[in-house]
């Protein structure tokens, strides 16, 4: 309207921008975009915010400055899951299922072969003979790629595979990429590469880590005796997790499986768990449930203006209860609006919970802190040492300038025993802002979200799950950070070419730059 021309591209559009890096990949995120330091009347046609992370706004729609998304990228970049879990729990047959099926999507399955039992051979027989990086092509369209070098190299070929494909048929080449990982492997690094390297940062996007725990198993791998300082694995592997696949709930009785839940929740209170059992029925779990989750994206955490970092992750079955042996059903409720006595979170005195909490949580009536999901009171508790708790500032906007200094103080102090973390702050720079962040180790990533409503009062949340973090302490740290006064000037990052970055652009380097902002 108002005498505008039509656009070429819509909202949600893949294109290609020019920039002083050269062509870029990204998507159109805004129309007739304007900025207060724009002359009167002037508008840019789009703002596109970069695959890199970077938002920019081109300044005419015209093919010389942005143009259609073309080849492997037209699509996004490919997401990838991180597959893991002790050794039996599952990883396997979920594996062999998603080679096997005639879902309709094409997957590269990478199997990193040391000391695990490796896919079903019957699906490779009569393919290519295996090498350092062999990948196959299986009946169903999928890739499986067998590992025993670089992770990098692998990827690589993928792509390389992918792109040959897009070249010769129509449709989408390859709608993501799962990386198994060995029983005892840390997701960590693997997520990390995704982050540090060139090539893996334009094709590839983390797209979440999946955990399958073993139902009948877990608790006596979480509880078995330990050399002293030696990490937890089925604890660490739990505490990465953006899914838990609780397998074999059909092998165990309804109080083994609340325990098994409460055990879960004493270390990742914020992870959505589905119940299942991979061995009878692996078609019970939709694909599109497991893989193209977008864990890992921020615009996604921005855009959810009602989530509540301090509720715990929803618990359901993804098959009929009675073909299961236990009763964990997930509420999946905020805390405070909890009015079922029944429920696990604990209206009375107990603390059996699995996230600490600072003496001004105000998760129920009265004084319990239980989160336990099934029905009755959580009971199961084991200290691991690995847990996770909800830092949270009400009702005042956070300094920005106090902010960074809380995640550089942080990742100086923590980063190797820090496993996840994310957040949604209010940030005055110097109109107060919605900011989100997550990150893995040392690994963070910060963006700016749209302005703080103004019909929604004023909270900052920051969950940090890890080993040995002091819940007092960084709660009190997160306290400090509230803002005295709006004197914060927000710093203008300088354009390229035709485009300039808005105010407020993020820095996103590696840490402890890309933890700050402005």
């Known amino acids: 309207g108002g005498g505008k021309p039509e656009l070429r591209f ?58 259609a998304a073309t080849g492997l990228l037209a699509d996004g970049k490919i997401p990838v899951t991180v597959l893991t879990g002790f050794l039996g729990s599952g990883k396997t047959t979920l594996l062999n299922y998603i080679l096997k099926a005639q879902h309709g999507k094409r997957y590269a399955v990478i199997e990193n072969e040391i000391g695990a039992v490796g896919v079903d051979n019957l699906l490779l027989e009569g393919y290519n003979k295996r090498t350092e990086e062999s990948i196959t092509l299986l009946d169903n369209g999928c890739l499986c790629c067998t590992v025993r070098g670089d992770l990098i190299d692998a990827i690589k070929g993928i792509v390389k595979a992918a792109q040959e494909r897009a070249e010769k048929e129509e449709g989408k080449p390859l709608d993501g990429i799962l ?64 899914k838990v696949l609780l397998n074999k709930v059909d092998a165990v009785n309804a109080e083994k499986l609340q325990d098994t839940l409460d055990a879960i929740r004493g270390v990742n209170y914020l992870v959505p768990i589905t119940q299942c059992s991979l061995g009878k029925t692996p078609d019970a779990i939709p694909i599109g449930e497991l893989l193209g989750i977008d864990a890992f994206d921020l615009g996604k955490l921005a855009d959810s203006n009602s989530l509540d970092l301090s509720v715990c992750g929803e618990v359901k079955e993804s098959a009929p209860a009675e073909e299961h042996g236990g009763h964990g059903q997930g509420h999946g409720h905020g805390h405070e609006d909890c009015k079922d006595e029944n429920c696990g979170h604990g209206h009375g005195g107990g603390h059996d919970h699995g996230h600490e909490c600072s003496d001004d949580c105000n998760h ?49 102090a923590c980063a190797a025993d820090l496993y996840r973390y994310k957040g949604i702050i209010a940030i005055a720079s110097p109109e107060v802002n919605q900011f989100v962040l997550q990150g893995v180790h040392e690994m963070c990533e910060v ?17 940090l799950i890890g080993r040995n973090l002091d819940s007092a302490k960084w709660q009190a740290e997160l306290q400090s950070v ?36 402005g």
């Open 10 to 67: 819509q909202v949600g559009t893949r294109v290609q921008c020019r920039t002083g890096q050269g062509w870029l990949d990204g998507t159109v995120v805004k129309l007739w975009y304007r900025e207060a330091r724009f002359r009167p009347g002037q508008v840019a046609p789009y703002q596109v915010k970069l695959d890199m992370g970077s938002l920019i706004f081109a300044p005419m729609d015209d093919d010389k400055v942005i143009r």
């Open 179 to 242: 990386i198994e990982t060995t029983g005892m492997a840390d997701p960590g690094p693997i997520c990390k590469t995704f982050h540090g390297d060139d090539f893996t940062v334009r094709y590839c996007k983390i797209d979440g880590v999946i955990t399958v725990v073993d139902a009948a198993h877990f608790i006596e791998q979480l509880t078995r005796e330990r050399s002293e300082g030696s990490v937890n694995e089925s604890a660490q592997q739990v505490a990465y997790a953006d």
């Open 364 to 412: 129920g009536e009265g004084e319990g802190h239980a989160h336990g999901h099934g029905h009755g009171k959580a009971k199961f508790r084991h200290d691991s040492g690995v847990g996770s708790f909800v830092c949270e500032v009400k009702d005042t906007p956070l300094s920005q300038k106090k902010f960074n200094n809380f995640m550089g103080s942080l990742l100086q």
């Open 447 to 463: 963006t700016e979200g749209d302005p703080w409503p103004k019909d929604k009062p004023y909270k900052s949340q920051v969950v």
């Open 482 to 517: 509230r803002r005295k006064e709006l004197r914060t000037v927000c710093a203008v990052a300088a354009g390229c070419c035709a485009f300039a970055a808005p105010r407020g652009q993020l820095r996103r380097r590696s840490m402890p730059d890309s933890a700050r902002i």
